[in-house]
């Protein structure tokens, strides 16, 4: 198949910053029209690599002009216009202007925003979740999503309200992570109504009535729950625990970043189940 | 002591954003200037406390006009006039201006850049070092020395050309850490000629002829060593380690940000020396 097998309007070479669809696209680095549209953006060719081999192909696909030709990117390209999606040749300050990147990966694909209610996750399917109560910082939320993926962990159940893991720093972080992990957003009532409804363990760090993180009774499916970065999880959350675990902190600060917390109990709770 | 014992000039109260004063410490957000000023700005009334429990005093407070009085601030402000600095009450939009962030924090201090000599570390004083090989992102370099001060770490030691250490993104990211932690530059050639002048094992993660990293034989003085968020360590490097150490990886991606990966490393060699 060659480019003049395509209808001609799948294919388009775009210049202009003022261009309307540059600045829709540009839209989506802004959390309001962004969740409006419904759609989101990830660049780089690994990461819509990691999204096709989920079965997830991008809507559009905004490339630079003259990039080098890649089997990769053919592929992607073949796949876009066969469901029906566009394919945007830009310059770079076109890309730039999209992605609010200097030096900006060569693509970058504009995908529908996930369904992210609770009855997508089938809590049996993996041993641990994540679980964020108002995590602030989209980079924390993308590294919790990368965690996720290396711990084998199912997805992140996002509690009150968090950071947009479908903006541009989110997905960033994540390195393809949004692709291959749950995305969840409920209302801590709500999950916590699903939770009891089945099998799970609650656990947070938590320094009220807890045990050493080392060698816990962690038991799968585990659900690790962290809080805000700046007020940590509030009382109640922890109290709904089964287990509250401490960790051992030598320094002044007697905190973690979020994202870092998550990351060293999610470890210690697969070594846990594997062993 | 009142308002009126200190000279006239060691408080200023600064409205207009053009002024010359706020041009200067808006500079410090700009990694080049910061570097030629040898300064750097510190934000909020907690890491100005941290600072002032390790004995540093800014050489400049900045503080918002009508804040709410604080001891602690009150204490501090005391010490910076009887050290010979300078406070200046500033707008918010000023405040806004010099710390670029909206609903910045009421206080910020400009401390004087550490030395970052390999001289400074005295190598026996902590069980963990984190060592960091051309680290791009100041938020990931702050999460380390954050996590440092956590694991009861001596510091980070940056290889290459790292992030600045200094930057406004790094100094929030550690929380502090920043004035807890040894903080040190320095070429590997010199690092490793100084690291084999005495005792140390240097450790990373790393796929070639590695040992599981739960359960591997770490000693005191342990030197941690992490690479590029993209490329991770040079092959050299990772040769010229005393122990490598996998870390298992389920999913997709088979990466961790690096900051998470010295974090899960750092937790689990502080378990083993203390066990």
Chains 1, 2 share one sequence.
Request: with cysteine; net charge negative; aromatic share 6%.
């Amino acid at each position: 198949m060659t480019f003049s097998d395509y209808p001609a309007d799948a294919r388009r070479t775009i210049t202009g910053l003022s261009n309307p669809t540059v600045k829709s696209l540009r839209a989506l680095r802004d959390t309001r029209l962004r969740k409006r549209e419904g759609r989101f953006l990830a660049e780089g060719l690994r990461l819509l690599t990691d999204a096709r081999e989920s079965g997830l192909i991008p809507q559009t696909l905004v490339m630079a002009e003259r990039r080098d030709p890649h089997p990769l990117l053919t592929a992607l390209e073949a796949d876009i216009l066969a469901t029906g999606g566009e394919i945007l040749e830009v310059s770079e300050a076109v890309l730039e202007k999209i992605t609010g990147k200097e030096n900006p990966q060569a693509v970058a694909g504009i995908f529908a925003e996930f369904d992210t209610a609770l009855s997508r996750i089938d809590r049996e399917s993996a041993p641990i979740w994540l679980v964020a109560q108002a995590l602030r910082d989209p980079g924390n939320l993308g590294t919790m999503l990368r965690t996720g993926d290396a711990v084998g962990a199912g997805g992140v159940i996002l509690i009150d309200d968090c950071a947009d893991p479908f903006s541009v720093e989110a997905v960033r972080a994540s390195m393809g992570a949004i692709f291959t992990q749950k995305v969840v957003r409920a209302r801590w009532d709500e999950f916590l109504t699903w939770l009891r409804a089945g099998t799970g363990q609650l656990v947070a760090a938590s320094l009220r009535d807890a045990v050493p993180y080392r060698g816990a009774p962690y038991q799968a499916p585990c659900f690790l729950m962290v809080g805000n970065e700046s007020r940590g999880l509030p009382e109640e959350y922890e109290r709904a625990c089964d287990l509250r675990v401490t960790m051992p902190m030598r320094g002044r600060a007697d905190s973690l970043n979020a994202a870092v917390a998550a990351a060293v109990l999610a470890y210690e709770v697969l070594a846990a189940l594997e062993s």
